[in-house]
Nanobody, 116 residues
């Protein structure tokens, strides 16, 4: 059972920032992709940002220029810097990993709430 350890969610005011992190086990073999999805109440889970093996990153249009994904390969960890947050960013954020066998793994989720 692969456990992804997420941290960094919380309550923030509009315009504020948060940083999420997700660590995959060090023993996990080569990672094909690693990133974040989110799910707001009453909505489907959607891609936020994902880093893919080879160095490319993809972002949802709604977060481009506000969110930045980065990773530490040595630690099997991915980070998501969330800036200029607004109420539409309120959701549970899920860490996502796809390994070299193309098996997918999910974290338990971390709540991000943007409210004044």
């Amino acid at each position: 059972q692969v456990q992804l350890v997420e941290s960094g969610g919380g309550l923030v005011q509009p315009g504020g920032s948060l940083r999420l992190s997700c660590a995959a086990p060090g023993s996990m073999p080569i990672i094909n992709a690693m990133g974040w999805y989110r799910q707001a109440p009453g909505k489907e889970r959607e891609l936020v940002a994902v880093w893919r093996w080879g160095g490319s990153a993809n972002y949802a249009d709604s977060v481009k220029d506000r969110f930045t994904i980065s990773r530490d390969n040595a630690k099997n960890t991915v980070y998501l810097q969330l800036n200029s947050l607004n109420s539409d960013d309120t959701a549970v954020y899920y860490c996502y990993v796809r390994d070299y066998k193309l098996d997918d793994y999910w974290g338990r989720g971390t709540q991000v709430t943007v409210s004044s």
